[in-house]
Structures are given as structure tokens and as C-alpha cells.
């Protein structure tokens, strides 16, 4: 089976520009979560969805931050205007259950120069 | 508030030596869930364990044993007989269970395994 799906890999972009990270669930999966890491805050939520509905979006850092799950198969994260403060791993997640195990994708590398 | 705290920052050993991560947790609730995850040097992800409060039982996978103590607010993780593919950074996590808070994993900071040959 496929694991958690994210694209791209890596993102260098400049600061200013749109950034639009993808992710791709487990199928069958109803709860699916984007993670931010750094070195300073280490790993924290972002946002989750359970079955395509926003439920908690309170470590969404700002309001150029936005996230989208048009159906149970794609999730978008969404940075615009990106800055250098924006330079992180972004990781989607996602599980069977709320308090299930989470299965994490690959990670999108960010860099905004 | 819910945290969960990783006090060692970095450990080295020798292969084979056992070692043993510690993980203290903070919440109020009754039913939570306790998770381990190991990040290894290429950056994934990799789930280990999942607990709940509600059971004591210590488990055993291979080479790899967590104890959980609800009395001291503990999930500590051994690695017996430890190998240098053991290396990586640690993460022990916490998750509530109830209606706004179902599925939101806290983490600790992580404590970084080098395993040296």
C-alpha cells in the first residue's frame, strides 16, 4: 500500500512568491494533519482535517497561511507571500482515527531565500 | 495544558550497549494516548508505538521495550544491545482524546541517538 503521498520534495523559492505544498492520504484514512519543523520550535501542528472539514487550525502561525482539502484524497498547505521565516520541513500526516497512529509522508523541504 | 518533555537532548553509545530515552508527560485528562516516532537521518517520519492511559502494560518489540508509568507521568523507551541503524532522533508524543482535541499530537523536543560502531 502507499504510504502518505507529498509533492514536492524540495521547494527554493524567493520571498514574495506563492508556495503550494501537496499531499496525498492514506486511503481510507478521515483525519489528515500538516506539520511544521524546525530547529527552533521542533514539531508542531498546523491544521487538521477530519473527513475534508477544518477542525482545528489554531497553530496555523498566520493569516498568509492557508490550507485546503477539496476531498479525501488531496490536501493542499498554502503560503502566500512566503518569507525566509517560512524555511521549515512541512510534513502531512494522516490516520484512521483521531487518536490512531499518525503515518507521516517524506516532508517538503521549504526554502524561501 | 498538555506537554511532553524529553530531557536528554543527545545520547551516544556504543553498539551493543542497551540505552534508554526518557519521556515525561504533562495533562489532566484521563484518556490520552502516548506514541513514540523515530526520525532517522534521511528526514521520515516512522511510527513505533501507540499507548493509551488506560493500560499499564510494559511491551516488548525485538530489541525494543517501553515502560509505562502512570504514577510517575513516564513513557520511557529501551533499545537493547543497540545497533548503528538505531541512530536517529526520538520523539515522544502525547495525544488527548475528546472532541477538540482528538488527534493532535504534542511532541516532545527529541533526543538525538548516535550509535557508534
Known amino acids: 500500500d502507499a504510504g502518505v503521498i507529498q509533492s514536492p520534495r524540495h521547494e527554493v523559492t524567493e520571498m514574495g512568491q506563492e508556495v503550494t505544498l501537496r499531499c496525498k492520504p492514506i486511503s481510507g484514512h478521515d483525519y489528515l494533519f500538516w506539520y511544521r519543523q524546525t530547529m527552533m520550535r521542533g514539531l508542531e501542528l498546523l491544521i487538521y482535517?477530519?473527513?475534508?472539514?477544518?477542525?482545528?487550525d489554531s497553530g496555523m502561525p498566520e493569516d498568509r497561511f492557508s490550507a485546503k482539502m477539496p476531498n479525501a484524497s488531496f490536501s493542499t498547505l498554502k503560503i502566500q507571500p512566503s518569507e525566509p521565516r517560512d524555511s521549515a520541513v512541512y510534513f502531512c500526516a494522516s490516520s484512521a482515527m483521531g487518536n490512531n497512529e499518525q503515518f507521516f509522508g517524506p516532508g517538503t523541504r521549504l526554502t524561501v531565500l | 495544558a498538555q506537554k511532553v518533555t524529553q530531557a536528554q537532548t543527545e545520547i551516544s553509545v556504543v553498539e551493543k550497549e542497551d540505552v534508554t530515552l526518557d519521556c515525561v508527560y504533562e495533562t489532566r485528562d484521563t484518556t490520552y494516548y502516548l506514541f513514540w516516532y523515530k526520525q532517522p537521518p534521511s528526514g521520515e517520519l516512522v511510527f513505533l508505538i501507540r499507548?493509551?492511559?488506560?493500560?499499564?502494560q510494559n511491551e516488548i518489540s525485538g530489541r525494543y521495550s517501553w515502560n509505562f508509568q502512570k504514577s510517575t507521568s513516564s513513557f520511557n523507551f529501551t533499545i537493547t544491545a543497540s545497533q548503528v541503524v538505531d541512530s536517529a532522533v526520538y520523539f515522544c508524543a502525547l495525544s488527548i482524546h475528546g472532541s477538540s482535541n482528538t488527534g493532535k499530537l504534542i511532541f516532545g523536543q527529541g533526543t538525538t541517538l548516535q550509535v557508534k560502531p
Open positions: 499507548r493509551n492511559s488506560f493500560d499499564e
Open positions: 482535517f477530519n473527513n475534508n472539514v477544518p477542525i482545528d
